[in-house]
């Protein structure tokens, strides 16, 4: 009974839908999938931007930390101990080297050393200057995700008209043939007989 419906369903899939249709069909996953950052082959804009290296660093309570540049007063810096990166909690977090790292909306505010003799630390002029690279991927992550959600309405308007066609498409119920007594086979007559 269910191959019998599955075909009816395909049969119903190719004669009633458009090529576009059934091409967005194909393409359902039931599974959503993880936002992501474009990269730059998905990106809309023409500008290209470099690459980023991150640095790592760990604390002495296990956490481990991502930032670009060096760490210093200005630096914007990740928690990534979980494997995505996620802002770092404001407060002060002891290092593996000792340096005692105060972190405040996100940015290293203070950086203070154990140390007796502390090297001068070089001071960033302008630490808006990271700013638009979050920004700039903010705004791809936003494309990437308004995008997704465009293809996933597209295929919901889909669905429905598929599921309004199959519950409007009138059941047809199979006709049985009887027969007399006599001319049942001897098989038949057993079956009935129990």
Request: avoid cysteine; glycine fraction near 4%.
């Amino acid at each position: 009974m269910e191959t019998n419906v599955i075909s009816k369903i395909k049969d119903f899939i190719i004669t009633k839908l458009s090529v576009d249709e059934r091409v967005a069909l194909e393409g359902l996953n039931p599974v959503a999938e993880k936002p992501t950052i474009p990269t730059d082959e998905k990106k809309p804009s023409t500008e290209q931007t470099p690459e980023v290296k991150m640095k790592e660093a760990k604390t002495v309570d296990g956490l481990v930390f991502a930032y670009d540049g060096e760490l210093v007063i200005g630096t914007a810096i990740m928690d990534i101990t979980s494997g995505t990166a996620s802002p770092v909690m404001d407060g002060e977090y002891t290092m593996e080297d000792g340096n005692i790292v105060t972190i405040t909306s996100g940015v290293v505010a203070e950086i203070a050393s154990t140390k007796e003799e502390a090297p001068e630390l070089p001071e960033v002029v302008a630490p808006e200057l990271k700013m638009p690279d979050m920004k700039t991927q903010m705004s791809n992550m936003q494309v990437s995700l308004e995008s997704q959600i465009s293809s996933l309405k597209k295929q919901v308007v889909l669905l429905n008209k598929v599921v309004n066609e199959i519950l409007n498409t009138p059941i047809q119920n199979e006709t049985k043939v009887s027969k007399n007594w006599e001319e049942l086979s001897p098989l038949e007559k057993f079956r009935l007989s129990k």
